[in-house]
């Protein structure tokens, strides 16, 4: 479960750092905010972007664990493996809306950082912040519960491994996984666009030297005479 929801974060981790931190010091941030579109709009679509990306990264680990588990002797160790076709797909339904999640706090995040590295250093923290609750549990050894499937990423780590034991798990628990990781990401998707739409024109900083810069309509050269 670590490994699925840890590569379904990378999946978007440098698209939400490229759209916000990556274009704040390229310099193009600037001449997207001269588009007549409302500004929470441009980072929904960000982060609508980094959360496709990050769905396709899910799908592709889902499918990869699946088609090698098949390939593996797992039962030479004395080992089984509940991974088949139908499992990767509600694995993949369960986890799906946690890529909203992701995306939304990347951007969040990355939008408050100034430059390409510095988001990189920021996120690289970030991205261990899902972990912490299914560290906690792995050491606590918890069990499913309907109070925790309100615990994003640690509820999708308690579906995924129900799941593959074969546990049946409640279709409500399912459902209470789902709305709640929904809630989050929508509610740090709102956040992103409103800090976003309240920035000042003056808080973003100038693009660098031999860049142009763009106030308004027009475009005003920063760089060395020719």
């Given at each position: 479960?670590?490994?699925?929801?840890?590569?379904?974060?990378?999946?978007?981790?440098?698209?939400?750092?490229?759209?916000?931190?990556?274009?704040?010091?390229?310099?193009?941030?600037?001449?997207?905010?001269?588009?007549?579109?409302?500004?929470?709009?441009?980072?929904?679509?960000?982060?609508?972007?980094?959360?496709?990306?990050?769905?396709?990264?899910?799908?592709?680990?889902?499918?990869?664990?699946?088609?090698?588990?098949?390939?593996?002797?797992?039962?030479?160790?004395?080992?089984?493996?509940?991974?088949?076709?139908?499992?990767?797909?509600?694995?993949?339904?369960?986890?799906?809306?946690?890529?909203?999640?992701?995306?939304?706090?990347?951007?969040?995040?990355?939008?408050?950082?100034?430059?390409?590295?510095?988001?990189?250093?920021?996120?690289?923290?970030?991205?261990?912040?899902?972990?912490?609750?299914?560290?906690?549990?792995?050491?606590?050894?918890?069990?499913?519960?309907?109070?925790?499937?309100?615990?994003?990423?640690?509820?999708?780590?308690?579906?995924?491994?129900?799941?593959?034991?074969?546990?049946?798990?409640?279709?409500?628990?399912?459902?209470?996984?789902?709305?709640?990781?929904?809630?989050?990401g929508f509610l740090l998707a709102w956040l992103a666009g409103r800090l976003f739409s309240t920035w000042r024109d003056s808080a973003w900083p100038s693009p660098p030297s031999g860049?142009?810069?763009?106030?308004?309509?027009r475009v005003i050269s920063t760089g060395m005479p020719m």
């Amino acid at each position: 479960s670590y490994v699925i929801l840890l590569i379904t974060l990378l999946g978007g981790l440098y698209l939400a750092i490229d759209a916000t931190a990556g274009e704040r010091e390229r310099g193009s941030l600037e001449a997207l905010l001269t588009v007549p579109v409302a500004r929470e709009h441009l980072i929904y679509g960000k982060i609508a972007a980094a959360a496709v990306m990050m769905a396709a990264a899910l799908a592709l680990v889902t499918a990869s664990i699946a088609i090698a588990l098949d390939y593996v002797p797992l039962e030479t160790f004395g080992m089984s493996a509940n991974f088949g076709p139908g499992v990767a797909w509600r694995v993949f339904l369960a986890v799906l809306p946690f890529a909203l999640v992701g995306a939304a706090l990347l951007t969040v995040v990355a939008s408050f950082t100034k430059s390409y590295k510095e988001a990189q250093s920021w996120l690289g923290v970030v991205m261990l912040v899902p972990t912490v609750p299914i560290a906690i549990a792995g050491v606590l050894a918890v069990q499913p519960q309907a109070a925790l499937m309100l615990v994003p990423s640690l509820s999708q780590h308690l579906v995924i491994q129900g799941l593959m034991r074969g546990d049946p798990l409640p279709a409500s628990w399912m459902l209470l996984s789902v709305a709640s990781t929904l809630l989050l990401g929508f509610l740090l998707a709102w956040l992103a666009g409103r800090l976003f739409s309240t920035w000042r024109d003056s808080a973003w900083p100038s693009p660098p030297s031999g860049s142009a810069r763009i106030t308004g309509w027009r475009v005003i050269s920063t760089g060395m005479p020719m």
